[in-house]
């Protein structure tokens, strides 16, 4: 099974958590700290892979995986997008990081509003990428998703052993076909109960109210051809956030990889803008 080069991680163990699990690059010395939160489903390193190295040439670069992802936190708390930034900041805290530039994909970018939200202090500048302010707008949407949390809540009766055969039926087979085996295997390490909730979190985010509120250098990168967080969600963003800097990128959902190329410059430029601004 072949492995993409990867940055060293670290367990490290969050009192009244668990224990987390995150790559961490050093970057330049004195170089900004970038805190990179990845999508649903997704790891950090499914997400961020071919980001890790043109990062690091500019920022100290710290990337966690959310509570039951990959190898992320275990625990029996059901999964809040709210949790997730609190986690996220705790780690960072404990290994000696005070502020950082937050970068969300998808669902990580629900996670970045939230800990600007939470944690002003904290939060040197927001990146949201391939995200929104909200994921549901139809009744349907919103009862498909929180039918997931349901399944999430319910299966925590069901015998891990099932629960993984369940995955492995209605998700793994279905990528193993198109996914190399090193991502399948990345992803085979899910607790899939937990990540059943993380989907129906979605159904009740909405920033909206509040993004108007934003008072850190913020960009958005937009995915312009996303099948699955649609441009017209992802322009909410554009059009609340006060001086927001916009760059696009055509490509759809996967673009963090697929679209490496124009994704990575586009992350960089953001990053060092909300670097060198004044607030």
């Known amino acids: ?41 997704a790891t950090a390193d499914l997400n961020w892979f071919r980001m890790y190295e043109p990062l690091a040439e500019h920022f100290r670069v710290i990337a966690p995986d ?19 930034a609190d986690d996220a900041v705790a780690l960072c805290r404990a290994i000696g990081v005070d502020n950082a530039l937050v970068v969300g994909y998808s669902m990580g970018g629900s996670v970045a509003q939230l800990t600007w939200q939470r944690h002003r202090e904290f939060t040197r500048g927001l990146v949201l990428a391939a995200t929104a302010a909200h994921f549901a707008d139809t009744d349907r949407e919103r009862r498909r998703l929180r039918t997931l949390r349901a399944i999430g809540i319910g299966a925590r009766a069901m015998p891990a052993a099932i629960v993984r055969r369940i995955a492995d039926a209605v998700y793994l087979d279905a990528k193993r076909s198109e996914w190399d085996p090193w991502a399948v295997h990345e992803v085979s390490k899910h607790d899939w109960v937990t990540i059943a909730q993380a989907g129906g979190s979605l159904a009740t985010f909405d ?38 800097d916009v760059h696009a990128v055509d490509g ?14 586009a992350l960089i430029a953001a990053l060092q803008r909300a670097a060198t601004a004044r607030t």
């Open 1 to 41: 099974m072949r492995t993409p080069p990867l940055p060293p991680g670290a367990h490290i163990d969050l009192p009244g958590r668990g224990v987390g699990f995150y790559r961490s690059l050093d970057g330049p010395a004195g170089a900004p700290t970038v805190l990179l939160l990845h999508g649903w489903t």
């Open 252 to 265: 759809n959902h996967d673009s963090c990889f697929a679209r490496a190329d124009t994704f990575g410059p």
């Open 66 to 84: 959310h509570h039951g992802h990959g190898r992320g936190l275990r625990n029996r708390r059901i999964f809040r997008l709210e949790h997730a």
């Open 207 to 244: 920033s909206r109210p509040w993004l108007h509120q934003i008072d850190v250098p913020t960009s958005v990168i937009m995915t312009t051809a996303d099948t699955i967080v649609p441009p017209r969600r992802q322009q909410i963003l554009v059009d609340r956030i006060p001086d927001v």
